[in-house]
């Protein structure tokens, strides 16, 4: 079922659906994505959990973060969605970008269970290039206003900062741009020792967005974390390979599936 709740000014759109007394899941999607591309992994869990799967602001149909969010903020928004909502101890399950706000909800929260599918939360490592040409990009916007005028310089900057990001950078409006460039530069092992939740991990191998080393790194620094890997599948590993992906979910939350609600 559709709902939508505003928090602190920002409306959230999202689906609730499974049996009313099953144990909370809140579910989170992937940069650029909204709560459909993740409803196949809500359907493998509505048969006996509560599942709240949500737009996260900027994505779907929720609103934009009214500045420059970092995780922080994304994960207070879901701590007082939870509040709202009345979810105690829920179980978080985050692909992707959706993985930062769970590793550092999990943290401190008390959070019994985590499924992190291809999660963000370590800031990649940069060759000399990506150096070379941010350094190259913080100089010409010093410089440009000045050659060019302010207009002029401001139109060619916006030029090169679209053509030299990313897909997921230049699909993105100017907040989430900034949203995008803060996010991804927070590294976020620190809190994973803190982590009490039972953590599975579920990879593509040959995923390049968050690579298989920031698996091998959470499996090791989070206390009570398992990874399970799929060979032939992307970052999108639950939908590269959605049959392994189905039989590893249904044992990890098998107890739940089970009950009759």
């Not at 099953?22 to 359907?43: I, K, N, Q, Y």
């Not at 929720?62 to 994960?75: I, L, Q």
């Not at 291809?118 to 000045?146: E, H, M, N, Q, T």
């Not at 698996?215 to 049959?243: Q, T, W």
Request: charged content about 25%.
């Amino acid at each position: 079922m559709k709902k939508e709740i505003i928090i602190d000014g920002v409306r959230i759109v999202y689906d609730e659906s499974g049996p009313e007394r099953g144990a909370p899941v809140v579910l989170m999607h992937g940069w650029g994505c909204d709560h459909s591309t993740v409803r196949s992994v809500a359907a493998l869990l509505e048969p006996g959990l509560h599942v709240y799967n949500i737009d996260l602001p900027g994505h779907g149909e929720s609103d934009e973060p009214p500045t420059a969010w970092g995780v922080e903020d994304f994960t207070r928004l879901i701590e007082k969605f939870c509040k709202q909502n009345g979810i105690e101890h829920p179980t978080l399950i985050g692909h992707s970008f959706g993985g930062r706000i769970s590793l550092l909800m999990a943290s401190r929260n008390d959070v019994p269970r985590m499924v992190l599918i291809d999660g963000a939360g370590i800031k990649p490592k940069r060759p000399l290039k990506y150096y070379l040409k941010v350094y190259s990009f913080k100089a010409a916007k010093k410089i440009f206003p000045l050659i060019f005028g302010e207009k002029k310089g401001q139109q060619l900057i916006d030029k090169w900062r679209g053509s030299a990001g990313s897909a997921d950078y230049r699909n993105s409006t100017p907040v989430m741009r900034a949203v995008m460039s803060r996010c991804v530069n927070e590294d976020l092992k620190h809190v994973m020792p803190d982590i009490k939740a039972s953590t599975l991990l579920i990879w593509g191998e040959n995923d390049t967005a968050t690579p298989i080393s920031d698996a091998r790194y959470m499996e090791k620094h989070i206390p009570d974390a398992g990874l399970v890997v799929f060979p032939d599948a992307g970052h999108y590993s639950f939908l590269d390979n959605p049959g392994g992906f189905a039989a590893v979910m249904r044992e990890f939350f098998k107890k739940d599936l089970e009950k009759k609600q």
